[in-house]
Nanobody, 115 residues
Framework: QVQLVESGGGLVQAGGSLRLSCAASRSIFSINAMGWYRQAPGKQRELVAS???????NYADSVKGRFTISRDNAKNTMYLEMNSLKPEDTAVYYCNALFRDSSYWGQGTQVTVSS
């Protein structure tokens, strides 16, 4: 089993930056796939970025060139560096891990971007 805890959300002005962290309760070395999702009010949860086998990354078109996903196996932590934030990035951000055929979610962290 894996517990995930997100942190780093907050209120930022448009054009600003935030760094989200997702701390895992166990070594993430053996977790093949991890990702960040977000859900805005009234919308479905969507994939923002994913990292596979610690190296292969994938981004939603809406965040390409602005967001960077990474993971630090030594710290059992995944990150999402968010730059040039826009009001439409406002959402609750969730981290996800796929481990032994099960999907695990964190509780989410609110990101609000003011115009």
């Amino acid at each position: 089993q894996v517990q995930l805890v997100e942190s780093g959300g907050g209120l930022v002005q448009a054009g600003g930056s935030l760094r989200l962290s997702c701390a895992a309760s166990r070594s993430i070395f053996s977790i093949n796939a991890m990702g960040w999702y977000r859900q805005a009010p009234g919308k479905q949860r969507e994939l923002v970025a994913s990292i596979i086998s610690g190296a292969s990354t994938n981004y939603a078109d809406s965040v390409k060139g602005r967001f960077t996903i990474s993971r630090d196996n030594a710290k059992n932590t995944m990150y999402l560096e968010m730059n040039s934030l826009k009001p439409e990035d406002t959402a609750v951000y969730y981290c996800n891990a796929l481990f032994r055929d099960s999907s695990y979610w964190g509780q989410g962290t609110q990101v609000t971007v003011s115009s």
